[in-house]
């Protein structure tokens, strides 16, 4: 299995709170991604890492922000936590980028409640 | 623009029986496809992937796939269902001229004892 933790993996959170997960990899692949996964629309691109401190959004990028100061390191946050953010969110890596033929290899996830 | 639609959201089958998966895509140039697995509260794991060489793509846990461009298709086969194979199935569609890649919504398998 690619070395990627996911933190926390389980989190509560009250509307209006910032919540920040992290996405930390063992790999030192240059591509980093975070989805989230709900039911009926299999997983969304949020945003996406090509290198340090290089980010870009995805099909869903409302309402997060990114960052990544170290190669192994992506941090998602959402600055101020709804209730339409209540989800799975999954942490990617890859050494090329979507786009091509290189697989993407999965954290195990982080479920998100926001009351 | 790219896109992929699995074709149906739940599969049953009984155990010891094939299973047929369907993945249709579209895509402006020479797309990649793949298919993940995810089993219940796992992440994704990368079952197989096409990538234009040969259309007939073998993966883990006996599943294969054909890529069938006059079809556009990308379904996923095996021959002989286990218990263990209950989980949720995604066709993913990469395109080297869009720089995204695609998920479809998925398809859960349920595997009848």
């Known amino acids: 299995d690619a070395g990627i933790t996911q933190s926390p993996r389980h989190k509560v959170t009250e509307t209006g709170t910032p919540v920040t997960l992290r996405c930390h990899q063992t790999?030192?692949?240059?591509?980093m991604y975070w989805y989230r996964q709900d039911p009926g629309h299999g997983l969304r691109l949020i945003h996406y890492?090509?290198?340090?401190?290089?980010?870009d959004k995805g099909e869903v990028s409302d309402g997060y922000s990114v960052s990544r100061s170290k190669t192994e390191d992506f941090l998602l946050t959402l600055e101020s936590a709804t209730s339409s953010q209540t989800s799975v969110y999954f942490c990617?890596?890859?050494?090329?980028?979507?786009?091509?033929?290189?697989?993407?290899?999965f954290g195990p996830g982080t479920r998100l409640t926001v009351l | 623009a790219q896109s992929v639609t699995q074709l149906d959201s739940h599969v049953s089958v009984s155990e010891g029986t094939p299973v047929l998966l369907r993945c249709n895509y579209s895509?402006?140039?020479?797309?990649?496809l793949f298919w993940y697995v995810q089993h219940p509260n796992k992440g994704l794991q990368l079952l197989l992937k096409?990538?234009?060489?040969?259309?007939l793509v073998k993966g883990i846990n006996g599943f294969e796939a054909e890529f069938k461009k006059s079809e556009t298709s990308f379904h996923l086969t095996k021959p002989s269902a286990h218990m263990s194979d209950a989980a949720e199935y995604f066709c993913?569609?990469?395109?080297?001229?869009?720089?995204?890649?695609?998920f479809g919504k998925g398809t859960r398998l349920h595997i009848l004892p």
């Open positions: 990617a890596i890859s050494e090329s980028p979507a786009g091509g033929t290189d697989t993407q290899y």
């Open positions: 790999e030192n692949h240059r591509y």
């Open positions: 890492s090509y290198g340090v401190k290089d980010t």
């Open positions: 895509s402006s140039y020479s797309p990649s």
């Open positions: 096409y990538t234009s060489a040969a259309t």
């Open positions: 993913v569609v990469s395109d080297r001229g869009d720089d995204k890649i695609i």
